[in-house]
């Protein structure tokens, strides 16, 4: 959710837009097979991993925007 406002923040429409989908892509397959795994602990869980998934997308996304914000 922190990289979203940023993205929102930089006018970077198209960043905010992919990190709100990746979060709604990466939850609902980890939250099928972690709860088959292990239950009710499996769907707390998988709302960690979607978290961190989307966690790394960002901070890789933030990393580009970064460096391209300094050659200009």
Do not use: C
């Not at 930089?10 to 990746?22: E, L, R, W, Y």
């Not at 991993?49 to 580009?64: H, N, Q």
Request: no cysteine; aromatic share 10%.
């Amino acid at each position: 959710m922190l990289f979203t406002r940023i993205f929102q923040a930089t006018a970077q429409g198209t960043a905010a837009f992919i990190m709100s989908v990746i979060q709604g892509i990466t939850l609902i397959p980890v939250l099928n097979i972690a709860n088959r795994m292990n239950g009710f602990h499996g769907i707390v869980w998988s709302l960690v991993i979607a978290d961190a998934v989307a966690f790394l997308v960002g901070a890789i996304m933030l990393y580009i925007l970064r460096n391209k914000l300094q050659q200009d």
